[in-house]
């Protein structure tokens, strides 16, 4: 199902749902007529479309916002926090060509410190889906939530068929106990990639799709830890207050640590590209993530 | 309820709101009583409201954009029944409900305000809520005049206009003094009543304090179908308490208690 029959499918079930976009169509362009009474183009108004989210919610509405990703967190982050956040409002923030995605926008259009702010606000909760299926899997159970979430929308296609999903579960792929990559958002498809070419080498590598990073799962998070030599965190976001974050925060509140490899965008922005370009520069294709991968792990000596 | 009443329940809200500040050493007296007569004409005869039922569906809703200035509606809505007189001793103290910045946990506040230029994007969101169901109940925001420098409430009143929100009306307390000056020397506004009308609002211009300039401008809403208005209500900063009025240190000065005797001696 793509999202417009999802938007169709949730607005006919529930009347409750209503899709707003600031200007920024890209995912609904086709059923804006089908839906008109649940639809709303508030013209490039971040902040003050948030605004009007809260005064949908507070009448009983499920307002789902649409725009560019770095806009709607940024822009509109005091909304919000304000006006979503303090009264717990059910808006669902759905911010598009997040992380890598903006491919060759260039700088101002980069969403990579999205995580970090929008999980900072009490009650938000953050989904970062891998591919359209995971996103298929999920959405639902996160529209449905009492409270407000954050999600970094996308529309790729799955490498590897994805399981049940359950807001605060990680989905995990393999058991091995040298490397274990936790993921989240459209790095999974390369991720995925390094787990099989590491294998190759020998490795033993287990896979964490996180899918909500707020909540996480810690008890998951625990259980690799305890059991892997070497923790890998991979983000298209900066290193400050992303997964690399959540994982020290995670790990200092069980008074543990480990051997960490961070790879994330250590606090600069990303050379603008198409997407396959931006990955090779950045250093975030399989190959290249399992070399650097491969290297930290041997210089280690485990 | 009649203009007298309405006049009889201003100065009441004004002596409990001057008597709230003087006990919590608290701010924001002046803009608190700038917008006591439209406060005292929305709830004793506009708004639709229930204080025994304060979420029934059908009532209006009002939000108060300028949340710092809380003082006065807190009273207002003791005063209108929706809860004792008695916790507006709480206001300001510690681990009370009552902040110095709207909130709504308070029986009668929809919405926590005190950063500017909330309010009317929530309202636009009210209003068109309301409208996709054919409601008929009304959404008022009462905003400040400094806070029209923030661009989010020009954001919402080129909306509203577009989207056809005659449900929806904005009251400017327009006392011409903001935080730290005058407002035409800070960031001038005018022509105020000309910027409304450009972007496609009904606007009219009243005196804040005159009960029947107030009771006209709202009774009969909207001015056009179709159309949200906008009511620009001049008014004076620390109005009822001559040593506050048109005064910017009262904008955060706290009455002592010389202040608080000779005010509440004025009001009475």
Known sequence: MNYEQLLIELISNDNRYFVMTAENRAAMRGITNQIKNNFIDTGITEQTMIGMAAGLALRGRVPIVHALATFLTMRAFEFIRTDVGIPNLPVKIMGSVAGFLSEANGPTHQAIEDVSIMRGIPNMNVFCPADLQDFNLGIKKVLQHDNPFYIRYLNLPNVVEHSEFEIGKAEVFGNGKDIAILVYGMLFTQAFKVKEILEKKGYSVRLLNLRTLKPIDETEILKTVNECKLIVTIEDHFITGGLYSILAELLLRNKKTTEVLPIALMNKWFKPALLNDVLEYEGFTANKLAIKIENYFEEKNF | ?268
């Open chain 2, 1 to 268: 309820m009649s203009k007298k009443n309405s006049e009889e329940f201003a100065k009441k809200i004004r002596l409990k709101t001057i008597e709230m500040v003087y006990k919590a050493k608290a701010s924001h007296v002046g803009g608190a009583l700038s917008m006591v007569d439209i406060l005292a004409a929305l709830y004793s005869g506009i708004l639709k409201y229930n204080p025994r039922k304060p979420k029934w569906n059908e009532r209006d809703r009002f939000l108060l954009s300028k949340g710092h200035a809380c003082t006065s509606l807190y009273a207002t809505l003791a005063l209108s029944g929706f809860f004792d007189v008695a916790e507006l001793d709480n206001y300001a103290k510690d681990g009370s409900i009552f902040l110095s910045h709207a909130s709504h946990k308070i029986q009668g506040v929809e919405l926590s305000t005190g950063s500017l230029g909330h309010a009317l994007p929530v309202g636009c969101g009210l209003a068109l809520a309301a409208k996709r169901k054919n409601e008929k109940h009304r959404i008022f925001i009462l905003l400040s005049d400094g806070e029209l420098d923030e661009g989010s409430n020009w954001e919402a009143i080129l909306f509203a206009p577009k989207h056809n929100l005659d449900n929806l009306t904005i009251i400017i307390d327009y006392n011409k003094i903001q935080s730290l000056g005058n407002v035409k020397d800070v960031l001038d506004l005018e022509p105020l009543s000309g910027k409304l009308k450009a972007f496609n609002w009904q606007t009219i211009e009243i005196d804040g304090h005159n009960h029947e300039q107030i009771f006209n401008a709202l009774s009969t809403l909207p001015k056009q179908k179709g159309i949200p208005t906008a009511i620009i209500a001049h008014t004076i900063k620390g109005k009822g308490v001559d040593f506050m009025e048109s005064k910017l240190l009262w904008h955060y000065k706290s009455p002592n208690d010389e202040d608080f005797r000779n005010a509440i001696k004025q009001i009475e």
